[in-house]
């Protein structure tokens, strides 16, 4: 297993707390309406989303929910590498080969946390990803598991997030401390919001820091967006370590 799996590795550093913490913040966010399905996606790649899903399930799966990895980064999927499970089939032949879920899904050494890999490399990503196909596969595994998170490319270059947060019940963006841009940060979360996404936050990743052998940090805020004006409203600010 990859050392960024910081939850597992090191539980009682001050980043797995992080997590925890962010993992309450998303638990809070759904009082009204439950989410169980959440796309984590950010602005460019390199930025850590798949750093943060995978330690975000762990933390959730250790707070006894049956948890479900999608790595639905079709053009660059790094999960399996993060969980040292196999990538030769997954969520590309299950949408296209109509294979049922137990024959791609993966465990893992936490409990109750399993994988869906992304498979092969599809020459149409997003074309698969909005599929009714797809949209079937979603319904079926929100009804299975306690929560469901989903892992795709960069909002900024491509279209695929985007589509995948139209089938979520919510998504997270992840931001590089000192690497994203205003403006890239910007245009992702209007990405967003033109599907009508439910945008319940952003983690802000990689603050650099010397603390517990770790160098970064994470932050979590949450905004809503004022329609009326275009501009986004910061409602409220928790720093979690």
Sequence with gaps: MSDMLISLNNPKSAVAEAYRTLRTNIEFSGIDNEIKSIAITSS???????????????????????????????????????????????LTNLLIQNLPLEDVIQKTAVFGLEVLPSGPIPPNSAELLGSKAMQKFMAEVKSQYGIVLVDTPPVG?????????????????????????????????????????????????????????????????????????????????????
């Design 157 to 241: 270059p491509f279209a695929d997030a985007a589509v995948i947060s139209a089938l979520v019940d919510g998504t997270i963006l992840v931001f590089s401390a000192g690497r994203v841009r205003m403006n890239d940060a910007q245009r992702a979360k209007q990405m967003l919001m033109n599907v009508k996404a439910n945008i319940l936050g952003v983690v802000l990743n990689k603050v650099p820091i010397n603390y517990s052998g770790y160098n970064y940090y994470n932050y979590y805020y949450y905004y809503t967006a004022d329609e009326e004006k275009g501009n986004s409203v910061r409602r409220r600010r928790r720093k979690i370590v």
């Design 44 to 90: 460019e790649p390199g930025e850590g989303k798949s750093t943060v899903t995978s330690n975000l399930a762990i933390t959730m799966a250790r707070a006894n929910k049956r948890v479900l990895i999608i790595d639905a980064d079709l053009r660059k999927p790094t999960v399996h590498k993060m969980f040292g499970i196999s990538n030769k089939i997954g």
